[in-house]
């Protein structure tokens, strides 16, 4: 016997009221857009570029502060409409070209509020997207600005001299550097390049004075000096005495002592250094300008001729929106990086007397970040099971205990209901394994078991304190959203190293979310989930989500055969979960879309295969007097393109699989429709998207 949905609403209803009333509270009755930009932490992370209309979706200003908007849920629609399938990456080159522009104008101010007497010249560093319309976008944004480019490898130097155009803009040669490497770069300034090969290795110093000689053309190097400030959050490590890149002191007179030997020392004219990707503390920047300052003056007073600084990358993003120093976050502006950085230099060279140098930064995360959006969809949910089933005068003891501890449910018990039913769930569990229980008899302890844990719930979300012992519970009763990606091809510092991006709904904000959830995505894998979502005050385990709705009769039946099949009858569904208390839901829904944002520094080229799924769909928008257009269109990985990048050839496997069924046709084992539905199915799927459609 169980309880009809009727009661149960009931139920339901009087548990709510009898909660509210004891503790002194109303639920909310009218949910606004604002209530979601709080929730959702939209202005802190997400301004200028960011926020919320009146209809509930989110919309993207793509030129900031300067006008011009795009509701992102219609303009996903329309994309669909063009057969872009989710997910489904979009960026934006006017936030792109923004954010050159904001750097490049961060700078100028503070070289004219502190009357720096020299000028800032940015690069580019290409590791961080090096996608060519992206790289192509921000040479064509940053010539205002003489902006340049910074190559880390000798394929980021190819890009690099076939890709930048501007005049008189830098060309950083990064990395590790075999002879080849160094000849290009030095034969880059026949072409009119102005390239500066950054010696991070003594081995350097001597093939860089070699290919000189025998080319007969005079560097410009620079000096990538290992600092002794020790950085903050996950890449720390990439200063101090064990870092792995640079020269330490010792290593950087050795340097100076090859070159004057060599009268070459007047071509190092660069210090370059990194404090760290995604730096979140203030004074972290600080010290490390300070120390910077002082090598660079003093490599001028050893005879070297000096003009340019290099403070490298680590200016963050705010993540989470909370501005502080957490490392998903920052705890200062870009214009406070920029002060720091003109006055430390300004007054370590005042101080020597030396002419201050060009200022160069390789901020790649600041720049890149904010521009992409990855849309993707919702396939289908699991939920704790939600029936109350109402045990008879028959029933095993252990269902009764239950069932008395669920009725007794109140808010000054809650905790000792919580532990009870645990205990007696464990005792349900127990008394099956030993065979006195039957399997319908563990069902209905387990619905039990759950029912009591949703109530106590329920009731902890009305307190300001919830105990420490049940501090997970939110997550424990938690649904799986299962959604239509793969974490490890799209986000994979989510899953490396528990990144934070912002996730949230891009529509219905104008509604309440009542759901929380987790989200699992396409990959067989256990690690393809996300479960650490930003939070104002911590690190949230579940994502406020809304339910999914029922699709109306007119909708379904305006589906086409492929999408019913998808949704109807769980064709394309990812894996389902093997525990009782969830009960995954199939039937034909509506639409729920995502977004997960400022995802546009290094994902795209870090992202595997895992389970075979490729690229995604990437469409580049500018914002124009009349909406929109669509510049370029980047159509996601095939089958067949993954395949190949494991060696498989298509062709060949679809001789394979016709072989076998003319075989199965010979033997009887087929019928011919079946063998050409086989066939016509596999070549249609070697040439779709990897993702479900």
Known sequence: MTISAHTQDKLSQNTLAEISQQNGSKAQLNWTIEDSEKLYQVQGWGEPYFSINAAGHVTVSPKGDRGGSLDLFELVGALKQRNLGLPLL???????????ERLNACFAKAIARYRYPNTYQGVFP????????????????????????????????????????????????????DREYIETALLATRIGHQP??????????????????????????????????????????STGDRAIFGLAIPEILTCIDQLREAEMLESLQLLHFHMGSQISAISVIKDAI????????????????????????????????????????????MQNYANDIVAAVKEACETRQIPAPVLISESGRAIASHQSVLIFDVLSTSDVASQTPIPQAEEHSII??????????????????????????????????????????????????????????????TQDYVPDDLEDLEKIMASIYYVNLSVFQSAPDSWAINQLFPIMPIHRLDEEPTCRGTLADLTCDSDGKINQFIDLRDVKSVLELHPL??????????????????????????????????????????????????????????????????????????????????EQVVKGDTVTEVLGYVQYDAEDLLESVRRRTEQALQEHQITIEESQLLLQNYERSLSSYTYPS
């Not at 992206?134 to 064509?140: G, K, S, T, Y």
């Not at 093997?578 to 520094?601: E, H, S, V």
């Open 290 to 333: 300070r120390e910077a300052s002082q090598i660079y003056v003093e490599l001028r007073s050893l005879g070297a001729k000096m003009q340019y600084l290099d403070v490298g990358g680590g200016l963050g993003v705010d993540y989470d929106g909370s501005k502080t120093n957490f490392h998903a976050s920052v705890n200062y502006s």
């Open 400 to 461: 009764r205990n239950l069932w008395e501890t669920y009725k007794t449910i109140k808010v000054d018990n809650y905790q000792e209901a919580y532990h009870d039913a645990i205990q007696f769930n464990q005792e349900a569990k127990s008394l099956f394994n030993l065979g006195y229980l039957s399997i319908t008899e563990r069902a209905r302890s387990e619905q039990l078991y759950w029912a009591c844990c949703q109530k106590i719930l329920e009731i902890t979300r």
């Open 549 to 630: 709705r029922e699709l109306e009769d007119t909708e379904t039946r305006g589906r086409g055969d492929a999408e019913m099949g998808r949704w109807g009858d769980g064709g394309g569904i990812p894996k389902q979960p093997t525990t009782n208390n969830q009960q995954p839901i199939t039937n034909n829904k509506q639409p729920y879309y995502l977004g997960l944002f400022l995802a546009g520094a290094y994902q795209e080229i870090m992202g595997n295969l895992h389970n075979l799924f490729g690229d995604t769909n990437a469409v580049h928008i500018r914002l124009t007097p009349r909406g929109y257009e669509i």
């Open 196 to 237: 500066i090969i950054v010696l991070e290795q003594i081995e350097e110093v001597l093939l860089v004075i070699e290919a000189a000689r025998k080319l007969g053309i005079k560097p410009v190097l620079g000096i990538r000096a290992k600092l002794s400030t020790q950085g903050t959050g996950r890449w720390g490590e």
């Open 126 to 177: 290409i590791k961080c997207n090096q996608h060519r319309q992206l790289v192509e976008d921000l040479v064509q944004f940053g010539q205002p600005f003489q902006f340049g480019l910074e190559a880390g490898s000798k394929p980021e130097l190819i890009i690099a001299l076939a890709t930048l155009n501007t005049p008189n803009s830098l060309l950083i040669c990064n990395g590790y550097k």
């Open 90 to 100: 979009i960026r934006f080159s006017d936030i792109l070209a923004d954010r050159v």
